[in-house]
């Protein structure tokens, strides 16, 4: 709601010569297509874009806004515990990186097969080596039928496996480094209140940031 809100309102009445809202908008935008043209390219920059800008700008936010004091007040006591929190950082959640994790995955498979249609599979069903692997063991050449039956049976799969292992790295980094970092907060506040706090949310400005820019770079 709130990326929502502020590109709207930075957006609504866009002028040639920005407001404040509007240049903070457009350099966040000029920023991030700049990163996805690096990686990908200009022609294909505007199409992933979309995907990649909001995955980096909803991880940020939401590690920016779990380090209001709001969130770990407010809940329901038992004692002189919070037990149910009404308000979690979300990438403390497992369920929101798992989300992020399918969202990213899902994205990566329907690009593979709309850019190279059908012939995406052959990277993990490699059956053009399976063919040369057989002609070469009937023509008795068994170093070349080693090597490519070697990718038909090794590499291909192996490349599935790790687009499949992807769903678990992307889930545990983002939801171990968000885990740890809010664990950070609370252990300096109780230790040394309003001193080492300070430095500890500087930190996690940053961890946020880059924790946001792994995820959308490694996606891309």
Same mark, same amino acid.
């Given at each position: 709601?709130?990326?929502?809100?502020?590109?709207?309102?930075?957006?609504?009445?866009?002028?040639? @010569?920005?407001?404040?809202?509007?240049? %903070?908008?457009? $350099?966040? &935008?000029?920023?991030?297509? =700049? #990163? +996805?043209?690096?990686?990908?390219?200009?022609?294909?920059?505007?199409?992933?874009?979309?995907?990649?800008?909001?995955?980096?700008?909803?991880?940020?936010?939401?590690?920016?806004?779990?380090?209001?004091?709001?969130?770990?007040?407010?809940?329901?006591?038992?004692?002189?515990?919070?037990?149910?929190?009404?308000?979690?950082?979300?990438?403390?959640?497992?369920?929101?990186?798992?989300?992020?994790?399918?969202?990213?995955? @899902?994205?990566?498979?329907?690009?593979? %097969?709309?850019? $190279?249609? &059908?012939?995406?599979?052959? =990277? #993990? +069903?490699?059956?053009?080596?399976?063919?040369?692997?057989?002609?070469?063991?009937?023509?008795?050449?068994?170093?070349?039928?080693?090597?490519?039956?070697?990718?038909?049976?090794?590499?291909?799969?192996?490349?599935?496996?790790?687009?499949?292992?992807?769903?678990?790295?992307?889930?545990?980094?983002?939801?171990?480094?968000?885990?740890?970092?809010?664990?950070?907060?609370?252990?300096?506040?109780?230790?040394?209140?309003?001193?080492?706090?300070?430095?500890?949310?500087?930190?996690? $400005?940053? &961890?946020?940031?880059?924790?946001?820019?792994?995820?959308?770079?490694?996606?891309?």
């Amino acid at each position: 709601v709130l990326l929502i809100l502020l590109f709207v309102l930075g957006a609504r009445k866009a002028k040639l @010569v920005p407001g404040r809202l509007q240049t %903070f908008v457009e $350099l966040a &935008i000029e920023g991030l297509l =700049k #990163f +996805v043209e690096g990686v990908v390219g200009r022609q294909r920059a505007r199409l992933l874009f979309p995907v990649i800008a909001t995955i980096f700008l909803f991880v940020m936010f939401n590690a920016w806004i779990g380090l209001l004091p709001i969130y770990p007040s407010l809940g329901f006591i038992t004692g002189d515990h919070i037990q149910i929190h009404l308000l979690r950082p979300a990438g403390t959640d497992m369920n929101m990186p798992l989300a992020l994790a399918l969202i990213s995955f @899902v994205f990566v498979e329907y690009l593979g %097969f709309r850019m $190279l249609g &059908i012939g995406y599979i052959t =990277k #993990f +069903v490699r059956i053009g080596s399976l063919k040369r692997g057989l002609v070469d063991l009937v023509r008795l050449r068994f170093l070349d039928a080693f090597q490519n039956l070697l990718d038909f049976f090794f590499v291909g799969p192996l490349e599935a496996f790790s687009e499949l292992v992807r769903l678990i790295s992307f889930t545990f980094r983002l939801f171990g480094n968000m885990t740890a970092g809010e664990i950070l907060v609370l252990v300096s506040a109780f230790l040394v209140p309003f001193i080492a706090t300070i430095g500890v949310y500087g930190l996690e $400005l940053l &961890i946020g940031f880059i924790q946001a820019l792994i995820f959308a770079g490694l996606t891309l």
